[in-house]
């Protein structure tokens, strides 16, 4: 029978806190579990399986970690070619290039 998350009853057990663990020691189950249980408790669905739809919120952890917290790479710009040879100065970031100085990030 599928019952929300607050009429299921349902709670992490010793068990699927070590799996959890052990199979993505990078992501903060303590954490995940906050995020998870006010995700499903504001959505009010239903699922057939909260163990198995926790497994997949862990599983799917550092790429939601990766959007929100704004972790992905900062493009380098390499130094053009000059004279055919490229100056072997250090690559230059985006964001600390001197056009992108002062400027506010929206």
Not at 53 to 62: D, G, L, M
Not at 76 to 90: K, L
């Amino acid at each position: 029978m599928r019952k929300n998350i607050t009429d299921s009853g349902w709670k992490l057990t010793d068990e699927l806190r070590a799996w959890a663990r052990f199979r993505h020691p990078g992501v903060n189950v303590d954490e995940q579990l906050e995020i998870f249980t006010d995700y499903w408790k504001g959505c009010g669905k239903p699922m057939a399986d909260w163990d198995a739809t926790f497994r997949n919120w862990i599983r799917r952890a550092p790429e939601f970690d990766r959007r929100n917290r704004n972790a992905r790479p900062v493009a380098a710009v390499e130094m053009p070619y000059v004279g055919g040879v490229r100056p072997t100065a250090a690559p230059v970031l985006i964001r600390d290039h001197p056009l992108f100085k002062g400027v506010k990030k929206s």
